[in-house]
C-alpha cells in the first residue's frame, strides 16, 4: 500500500497512533507533534501541518509515519529503508517544502540520501542530538540557592525574551514565533523558572505528557548568569515534577556537540536511549 498523506490529524492518528505509540521514547516528537496540533492548531506557524503512514503491502500493519509542520523539517518515525526512500519521493512530488529530515540516524540519512538523488540538493548535518530517559533523579549537590516556580502570564514578556534567545542560541530563530511557543506551554504550566531572591535566572520547559512520556525542553539560562548550576537545579525541579505526576518516562534530547549539556543530565540521572540527526537540505541550483 505505501504511504498515505493526510492534513486529518483524527485520520493519522486512527491508522498509526498505536504504532508511534508502541515506542513512546523513539517516536517522542511525533507524538508531542500531534498532541500540540490537537491542542493548539497555530503554535507551528501558518501552514498546516501533514502527516502520514506507511503500510507493507495492501493490509500490512503500519511501520512507518512522519508528521511535517513547515517551517519546521519533516519527523520520521523508525522505518524500513525503503519506506524512508519512498516517502522522500512522494515529498517531492507533493511539492511539499522540505528544507531537511529530523529523525533517528538510520531514517534521517536514508532519507536524506534519497532526497539528494531525487532533488540535487547538498545534504549537510545542521544538529546532531542524543535522546537520553531518566533513571533514578539524582538533584544537583550543592544544590544552588533559590526555588522553582511554574511561570504564568505574568511571566510571558520574560518568557518571549528567552525563548527566542534560546531559538538564536540554537540556530532555530527562523521557524514559528516564539510567542506561539510561550502562549502553547502557559495554556498548560509547561514552562518553570527558577528564581533567586525573586528574581528569574533560569527557565526549564516540558511537553505534554503523551502515552506516559513528557520531554523537558527547552532549557535556559542568560549568559551572564550561566556557570551557577541553575540550569540543572531547574531541570531537576521540572524532571521530579513529572514523576510525581505519574510521567513513565521522562526524556530529554542534548546536542552531542555541547560536553557541559551532556554531562550536566548524566549527572542528574539521565541515561542515553538513541542517538538522532537534523539535516539540512540547500539547493545548489
Same mark, same amino acid.
Given at each position: 500500500?505505501?504511504?498515505?498523506?493526510?492534513?486529518?490529524?483524527?485520520?493519522?492518528?486512527?491508522?498509526?497512533?498505536?504504532?508511534?505509540?508502541?515506542?513512546?521514547?523513539?517516536?517522542?516528537?511525533?507524538?508531542?507533534?500531534?498532541?500540540?496540533?490537537?491542542?493548539?492548531?497555530?503554535?507551528?506557524?501558518?501552514?498546516?501541518?501533514?502527516?502520514?503512514?506507511?503500510?507493507?503491502?495492501?493490509?500490512?500493519?503500519?511501520?512507518?509515519?512522519?508528521?511535517?509542520?513547515?517551517?519546521?523539517?519533516?519527523?520520521?518515525?523508525?522505518?524500513?529503508?525503503?519506506?524512508? =526512500?519512498?516517502?522522500?519521493?512522494? @515529498? /517531492?512530488?507533493? &511539492?511539499?517544502?522540505?528544507?531537511?529530515?529530523? *529523525?533517528?540516524?538510520? +531514517? %534521517?540519512?536514508?532519507?536524506?540520501?534519497?532526497?539528494?538523488?531525487?532533488?540535487?540538493?547538498?545534504?549537510?548535518?545542521?544538529?546532531?542530538?542524543?535522546?537520553?530517559?531518566?533513571?533514578?533523579?539524582?538533584?544537583?549537590?550543592?544544590?544552588?540557592?533559590?526555588?522553582?516556580?511554574?511561570?504564568?502570564?505574568?511571566?510571558?514578556?520574560?518568557?518571549?525574551?528567552?525563548?527566542?534567545?534560546?531559538?538564536?542560541?540554537?540556530?532555530?530563530?527562523?521557524?514559528?514565533?516564539?510567542?506561539?511557543?510561550?502562549?502553547?506551554?502557559?495554556?498548560?504550566?509547561?514552562?518553570?523558572?527558577?528564581?533567586?531572591?525573586?528574581?528569574?535566572?533560569?527557565?526549564?520547559?516540558?511537553?505534554?505528557?503523551?502515552?506516559?512520556?513528557?520531554?523537558?525542553?527547552? =532549557?535556559?539560562?542568560?549568559?551572564? @548568569? /550561566?556557570?551557577? &548550576?541553575?540550569?540543572?537545579?531547574?531541570?531537576? *525541579?521540572?524532571?521530579? +515534577? %513529572?514523576?510525581?505526576?505519574?510521567?513513565?518516562?521522562?526524556?530529554?534530547?542534548?546536542?552531542?556537540?555541547?560536553?557541559?549539556?551532556?554531562?550536566?543530565?548524566?549527572?542528574?540521572?539521565?541515561?542515553?536511549?538513541?542517538?538522532?540527526?537534523?539535516?539540512?537540505?540547500?539547493?545548489?541550483?
Amino acid at each position: 500500500m505505501g504511504w498515505t498523506t493526510t492534513e486529518d490529524l483524527d485520520a493519522y492518528e486512527a491508522a498509526a497512533g498505536d504504532y508511534v505509540r508502541t515506542e513512546p521514547a523513539a517516536h517522542t516528537i511525533l507524538l508531542t507533534i500531534a498532541a500540540t496540533v490537537r491542542q493548539s492548531p497555530g503554535r507551528f506557524g501558518d501552514e498546516t501541518p501533514r502527516f502520514g503512514w506507511w503500510r507493507d503491502g495492501d493490509g500490512g500493519e503500519v511501520a512507518g509515519a512522519y508528521a511535517h509542520t513547515p517551517p519546521y523539517p519533516p519527523v520520521l518515525s523508525r522505518m524500513p529503508d525503503r519506506a524512508a =526512500v519512498e516517502l522522500a519521493r512522494v @515529498l /517531492r512530488d507533493q &511539492g511539499s517544502p522540505v528544507t531537511g529530515v529530523n *529523525a533517528g540516524r538510520p +531514517a %534521517a540519512e536514508t532519507f536524506g540520501a534519497a532526497w539528494a538523488e531525487l532533488t540535487g540538493d547538498e545534504v549537510t548535518v545542521a544538529e546532531d542530538h542524543r535522546l537520553y530517559r531518566l533513571g533514578e533523579l539524582v538533584p544537583p549537590d550543592p544544590m544552588p540557592e533559590g526555588r522553582a516556580r511554574v511561570a504564568d502570564e505574568s511571566d510571558r514578556e520574560l518568557l518571549v525574551k528567552w525563548i527566542a534567545a534560546f531559538n538564536k542560541d540554537v540556530g532555530s530563530e527562523g521557524t514559528a514565533a516564539p510567542e506561539r511557543a510561550v502562549d502553547s506551554r502557559l495554556g498548560y504550566g509547561g514552562l518553570t523558572l527558577w528564581e533567586r531572591d525573586g528574581e528569574p535566572v533560569a527557565l526549564c520547559g516540558i511537553t505534554r505528557t503523551v502515552a506516559g512520556m513528557a520531554r523537558v525542553a527547552p =532549557v535556559y539560562t542568560p549568559p551572564e @548568569l /550561566r556557570g551557577r &548550576g541553575y540550569a540543572g537545579a531547574a531541570t531537576a *525541579a521540572v524532571s521530579q +515534577a %513529572a514523576l510525581d505526576r505519574g510521567v513513565e518516562q521522562v526524556l530529554l534530547f542534548t546536542d552531542l556537540d555541547n560536553p557541559t549539556s551532556n554531562a550536566l543530565y548524566q549527572r542528574l540521572g539521565y541515561r542515553p536511549v538513541e542517538d538522532h540527526v537534523n539535516l539540512a537540505f540547500t539547493p545548489l541550483a
